[in-house]
T-cell receptor, first 117, second 110 residues
Framework: DTGVSQDPRHKITKRGQNVTFRCDPISEHNRLYWYRQTLGQGPEFLTY????????KSRLLSDRFSAERPKGSFSTLEIQRTEQGDSAMYLCASSVGTGGAGNEKLFFGSGTQLSVL | LAKTTQPISMDSYEGQEVNITCSHN???????ITWYQQFPSQGPRFIIQ?????VTNEVASLFIPADRKSSTLSLPRVSLSDTAVYYC???????????WGLGTSLAVNP
């Protein structure tokens, strides 16, 4: 049990609908990441928060994607006007950031599996 | 960020020791080497991390030679439950930019 929880575990939606996922990180972790993973591939970075500030967003991320982390606690990832290509596992991870230290360890949730029909 | 190369797949049998080697020829001075394990339909799980020489924990050992251009994850006496994908990453704290690659798919047979 890593302590990072994601909700829902599975989401089936129709193309064009909006979806929102939630991530609750380990409580003392100040860093939060969102990744996307498709079958047979490694996780792909989407965006990163330190506390409530969204410090980085992948250039590959469409403007249909938005993420928030109000008050530096839980985070939400919203996808607007979903497309079939958005079907993937969406993973959230958290860590305790210590500046540029190279020994940071990520703790992942179980992910939200999105299927866009 | 150091790009890593590892075998796509490996096969083993229960009770054997498994060694998965990862190459990271352009590793930087500040990069650490970290290994994660992932089961189907779950997020990756941290296994072990090291900078040089040898690191051992209750799950695995990590061997890193002096030039740090490669590393070897050693899993002692694997069981069926060790069947998973194993990712090797070399990073200097920039987890947001990590390139995970395809990992090594380990199949442990009875």
């Amino acid at each position: 049990d890593t302590g990072v929880s994601q909700d829902p575990r599975h989401k089936i939606t129709k193309r064009g609908q909006n979806v929102t996922f939630r991530c609750d990180p380990i409580s003392e972790h100040n860093r939060l990441y969102w990744y996307r993973q498709t079958l047979g591939q490694g996780p792909e970075f989407l965006t990163y928060f330190q506390n409530e500030a969204q410090l980085e967003k992948s250039r590959l991320l469409s403007d249909r994607f938005s993420a928030e982390r109000p008050k530096g606690s839980f985070s939400t990832l919203e996808i607007q006007r979903t497309e079939q290509g958005d079907s993937a596992m969406y993973l959230c991870a958290s860590s305790v950031g210590t500046g540029g230290a190279g020994n940071e360890k990520l703790f992942f949730g179980s992910g939200t599996q999105l299927s866009v029909l | 960020l150091a790009k890593t190369t590892q075998p796509i797949s490996m096969d083993s049998y229960e009770g054997q020791e498994v060694n998965i080697t990862c190459s990271h020829n352009n590793i930087a001075t500040n990069d650490y080497i970290t290994w994660y394990q992932q089961f189907p339909s779950q997020g990756p799980r941290f296994i072990i991390q090291g900078y040089k020489t040898k690191v051992t924990n209750e799950v695995a050992s990590l061997f890193i030679p002096a030039d740090r251009k490669s590393s070897t994850l050693s899993l002692p006496r694997v069981s069926l439950s060790d069947t998973a994908v194993y990712y090797c990453l070399a990073d200097a704290g920039n987890n947001r930019k990590l390139i995970w690659g395809l990992g090594t798919s380990l199949a442990v047979n009875p």
